[in-house]
């Protein structure tokens, strides 16, 4: 068992998107060493596209993992995701609302909410304080271990660096997962989805039902298909410390070089689309067409559904239409642990039903940051801290890769009795409320041990 110095630790990070930056974030701020690699030249290349939902468990890691000034900021900048989640028919029958009580176990602090984040906010706020430990442009291609235990990346431009510790954070086509786990890779489902966005303008917002602008849905119907819908708009939460005004004269923040006034996030406000079938229910060219072809295809697979529902498909923006395939991982077996260890989608890719993806990602962040930082401190020996993460990180993570999945299966079954079926369980949910939360209620909180509060030496 090789032995770390008394300056502690150096940790490579391979992937500069949420979890990897969350990650150099945590280590950043207990004074562990870290360097992240990113291959985008341009550090706004992760961010274009859709918002994201941060639930519970996004919450409390970016919690643990922020210095607070920056935490703080999050907070104060992102959105509301609306009150709750609501099941419903084609027809717009409700079949349960999911209220945020529930949603949150009924936790009222701030790092237990639920929040609609910009991604190009939540980018600058994980850049912040650390842009000098990021390297752009740096594309991975293989590792070696040498002989001390050390790890060395090389990089297609030539070069190279070592660190004590490798952290693969590249994403669901992880090159680093692809040389540490070989054979194991993502798997299509039968599911496959058309994605797409409504703009909520003054004129759409007079027809669009109001809980399609202020909350989630799902649109379930007897057959094959369901549609998923979440609104992202600029109304935000109240800040611990108040409003936007009170936190632009916050010294912590601005000894981090933001001012809380330019984090503004120029999207419009919006209504996600997503509409979710089995892949026998889409013609063999599905995959040939976009935009206004395939706004059209699933105006003809909708037909029956209420006029409101089949307006906003009808009036999504074309630019934003794309078809999507969903892949998700399988579970692995442990691995004998080293240096040399995954994180977020490299390791637990699953389906994007539900938004438990980039939160996982969020959680193994700040579970690992929290090992490291312990051998950083002498308090525990490197592979057995990079074994223990992993232990739970698979425990945990792979158990929402098949919640993903299995609610991905129920979405796209052609089996009625078994839609029926939840339809049935869903309406005595609406009925009775221990039901409901016995249900929904570990779907969206956070059960896991919540480590204590980090103090940040630094900023504040």
């Known amino acids: 068992?090789?032995?770390?110095?008394?300056?502690?630790?150096?940790?490579?990070?391979?992937?500069?998107?949420?979890?990897?930056?969350?990650?150099?974030?945590?280590?950043?701020?207990?004074?562990?060493?870290?360097?992240?690699?990113?291959?985008?030249?341009?550090?706004?290349?992760?961010?274009?596209?859709?918002?994201?939902?941060?639930?519970?468990?996004?919450?409390?890691?970016l919690r643990q993992c922020l210095p607070t000034?920056?935490?703080?900021?999050?907070?104060?900048?992102?959105?509301?995701?609306?009150?709750?989640?609501?099941?419903?028919?084609?027809?717009?029958?409700?079949?349960?609302?999911?209220?945020?009580?529930?949603?949150?176990?009924?936790a009222t602090e701030p790092a237990d909410a639920h929040y609609a984040a910009s991604r190009a906010v939540l980018r600058e706020l994980l850049l912040a304080g650390i842009r000098d430990v990021v390297r752009f442009g740096k594309t991975f291609e293989r590792y070696e271990t040498r002989p001390d235990g050390r790890v060395t990346a090389h990089f297609a431009d030539g070069t190279s660096a070592t660190a004590d510790v490798l952290v693969g954070a590249d994403g669901a086509n992880s090159a680093v997962r692809g040389q540490y786990l070989p054979g194991v890779d993502r798997v299509l489902t039968g599911a496959v989805a058309v994605g797409a966005r409504l703009p909520l303008?003054?004129?759409?917002?007079?027809w669009v039902p109001a809980h399609f602008q202020a909350g989630l849905n799902v649109v379930f119907p007897a057959r094959r298909c369901a549609l998923f819908t979440a609104s992202f708009t600029a109304k935000r939460r109240a800040s611990a410390r108040g409003g936007a005004d009170d936190?632009?004269?916050?010294?912590?923040?601005?000894?981090?070089?933001?001012?809380?006034?330019?984090?503004?996030?120029?999207?419009?406000?919006?209504?996600?689309?997503?509409?979710i079938a089995h892949r026998r229910a889409y013609p063999r060219n599905a995959s040939a067409l976009a935009g206004e072809d395939l706004k059209?295809?699933?105006?003809?697979?909708?037909?029956?559904?209420?006029?409101?529902?089949?307006?906003?498909?009808?009036?999504?923006?074309p630019a934003t239409v794309q078809l999507m395939p969903f892949k998700t991982s399988t579970p692995i077996s442990a691995w004998p642990s080293t240096p040399v260890t995954l994180l977020g989608d490299s390791v637990h890719s699953m389906t994007p039903v539900m938004g438990f993806g980039a939160n996982v990602a969020l959680r193994d962040a700040a579970l690992l940051s929290s090992r490291l930082a312990a051998v950083c401190r002498g308090e525990e020996a490197l592979v057995p801290a990079v074994a223990a993460y992993e232990k739970e990180m698979r425990d945990y993570g792979f158990r929402a890769v098949q919640m993903s999945r299995r609610i991905s299966d129920l979405i796209v079954s052609d089996n009625t009795l078994v839609r029926s079926v939840a339809k049935g369980w869903f309406r005595a949910c609406d009925a009775a409320e221990p039901l409901k939360r016995m249900t929904f209620g570990r779907q969206w909180t956070d059960h896991t041990p919540q480590e204590p509060e980090r103090r940040h030496a630094v900023r504040l």
Do not use: K
């Open 247 to 275: 936190l632009a004269l916050d010294p912590g923040l601005a000894s981090f070089g933001l001012d809380i006034r330019s984090l503004v996030d120029e999207m419009e406000d919006y209504v996600l689309l997503a509409f």
């Open 296 to 317: 059209r295809l699933v105006a003809d697979m909708t037909g029956g559904w209420h006029p409101d529902v089949r307006r906003m498909i009808a009036e999504a923006d």
């Open 201 to 206: 303008t003054e004129a759409t917002r007079r």
């Open 69 to 106: 000034p920056l935490w703080e900021a999050f907070v104060g900048t992102a959105g509301h995701p609306g009150p709750g989640f609501r099941f419903q028919t084609e027809r717009l029958e409700e079949l349960v609302f999911v209220d945020e009580d529930v949603m949150t176990g009924g």
């Open 1 to 61: 068992m090789r032995a770390i110095a008394a300056s502690g630790i150096e940790v490579m990070v391979i992937g500069g998107g949420i979890g990897g930056l969350c990650l150099a974030q945590a280590l950043n701020g207990a004074g562990v060493r870290v360097q992240v690699y990113e291959r985008n030249e341009d550090p706004r290349d992760w961010v274009r596209g859709y918002r994201i939902h941060v639930n519970q468990l996004g919450s409390r890691s």
